[in-house]
């Protein structure tokens, strides 16, 4: 039914882009550039960037009944991402945050949790996690009911249905630890943490040896998220490190994590290898670094092609497409 279902938190962000210094608070006012209103979350940027690459794309997430989720739900489905799966709280608000982003394009959140706590993944129809080729979890350490309940049962059933799994993690600031994870990891083909939080979670600091816990838990594959540097990846075979394009104008790095999450899944449903599925989702966070947002800015698989043959990269299977 779907070539991607992404799974995760959704969001309203209301980002601030300006000279925002640490200072913020220590005068009355400050201009900025600009304030606006998007939807994000995980599951919002994956799902949207997908779509727009051309996936048939799902989303499983959850709202609160307020103007904020129906903003989001709008616009997901005029990107074309079936929102049947998005669970709404009744009396209960929907997550907000906002980024506050300076001149390099760094930011820091502020936000509010909203319905999160309740969501469990567990009331939607199972058989759009199993009609998937792709099923992606946006982030661990969000949404506890669902880490500890949904997300071992749902990898567990995608997996018997053959469904390739994938998994991104936010930062561990309930202090759950890597017992959190303990129940999802077996059944995972991808765990794809940046390397802040895959070193939070493991104390280690090697590439290599942070990869090898999550492997010894029962991940198939990790790919360790470096930012500017590109991605580490290793399985039982071997590993490689990918670098990223750096030649970019960077606006704002928001969603850019969860962009090559989802550039990265659209490689493993079009069959590319490792490398090349690297690559283009380096490509695709890369687009997304020169718009203001967590996801939006890419309108089309040919801006991906037309970004990777700029730097003489070529995927054999993309061109034949």
Same mark, same amino acid.
């Given at each position: 039914?779907?070539?991607?279902?992404?799974?995760?938190?959704?969001?309203?962000?209301?980002?601030?882009?300006?000279?925002?210094?640490?200072?913020?608070?220590?005068?009355?006012?400050?201009?900025?550039?600009?304030?606006?209103?998007?939807?994000?979350?995980?599951?919002?940027?994956?799902?949207?960037?997908?779509?727009?690459?051309?996936?048939?794309?799902?989303?499983?997430?959850? #709202?609160?009944?307020?103007?904020?989720?129906?903003?989001?739900?709008?616009?997901?489905?005029?990107?074309?991402?079936?929102?049947?799966?998005?669970?709404?709280?009744?009396?209960?608000?929907?997550?907000?945050?906002?980024?506050?982003?300076?001149?390099?394009?760094?930011?820091?959140?502020?936000?509010?949790?909203?319905?999160?706590?309740?969501?469990?993944?567990?009331?939607?129809?199972?058989?759009?996690?199993?009609?998937?080729?792709?099923?992606?979890?946006?982030?661990?350490? #969000?949404?506890?009911?669902?880490?500890?309940?949904?997300?071992?049962?749902?990898?567990?059933?995608?997996?018997?249905?053959?469904?390739?799994?994938?998994?991104?993690?936010?930062?561990?600031?309930?202090?759950?630890?890597?017992?959190?994870?303990?129940?999802?990891?077996?059944?995972?083909?991808?765990?794809?943490?940046?390397?802040?939080?895959?070193?939070?979670?493991?104390?280690?600091?090697?590439?290599?040896?942070?990869?090898?816990?999550?492997?010894?838990?029962?991940?198939?594959?990790?790919?360790?998220?470096?930012?500017?540097?590109?991605?580490?990846?290793?399985?039982?075979?071997?590993?490689?490190?990918?670098?990223?394009?750096?030649?970019?104008?960077?606006?704002?790095?928001?969603?850019?994590?969860?962009?090559?999450?989802?550039?990265?899944?659209?490689?493993?449903?079009?069959?590319?290898?490792?490398?090349?599925?690297?690559?283009?989702?380096?490509?695709?966070?890369?687009?997304?670094?020169?718009?203001?947002?967590?996801?939006?800015?890419?309108?089309?698989?040919?801006?991906?092609?037309?970004?990777?043959?700029?730097?003489?990269?070529?995927?054999?299977?993309?061109?034949?497409?």
């Amino acid at each position: 039914m779907f070539d991607i279902v992404c799974v995760g938190f959704t969001c309203l962000d209301i980002p601030v882009v300006g000279d925002i210094g640490k200072g913020v608070f220590d005068v009355d006012s400050t201009h900025v550039d600009s304030i606006s209103m998007t939807p994000g979350g995980d599951a919002v940027n994956e799902s949207v960037t997908c779509a727009s690459l051309g996936l048939k794309t799902a989303i499983v997430s959850y #709202v609160g009944d307020d103007n904020g989720g129906r903003v989001i739900i709008d616009a997901l489905s005029s990107k074309g991402v079936d929102t049947s799966g998005i669970e709404i709280f009744s009396n209960e608000s929907t997550q907000t945050a906002v980024p506050l982003i300076d001149k390099t394009g760094q930011r820091h959140f502020l936000f509010n949790s909203g319905c999160s706590p309740l969501f469990s993944g567990l009331n939607t129809d199972f058989t759009v996690y199993y009609s998937a080729k792709v099923l992606t979890i946006g982030s661990f350490y #969000v949404a506890k009911l669902f880490d500890e309940h949904g997300a071992p049962v749902i990898l567990k059933g995608a997996k018997e249905h053959g469904v390739i799994t994938v998994a991104d993690t936010c930062s561990d600031v309930m202090g759950l630890g890597l017992k959190n994870l303990a129940k999802a990891l077996p059944y995972l083909d991808y765990f794809m943490p940046s390397l802040d939080e895959a070193q939070d979670l493991t104390g280690k600091t090697g590439y290599s040896e942070i990869a090898e816990v999550f492997l010894k838990m029962g991940a198939k594959n990790i790919v360790l998220k470096l930012g500017a540097e590109g991605s580490f990846i290793k399985n039982s075979e071997g590993e490689i490190t990918v670098p990223a394009f750096c030649d970019i104008d960077v606006i704002d790095t928001t969603g850019c994590g969860d962009n090559f999450v989802a550039g990265f899944s659209y490689g493993l449903c079009k069959g590319f290898s490792l490398k090349e599925c690297a690559q283009f989702a380096s490509a695709v966070a890369g687009i997304n670094a020169g718009f203001i947002g967590g996801c939006g800015g890419l309108k089309s698989i040919t801006e991906v092609e037309d970004f990777l043959a700029e730097r003489g990269v070529q995927i054999a299977k993309l061109v034949a497409e």
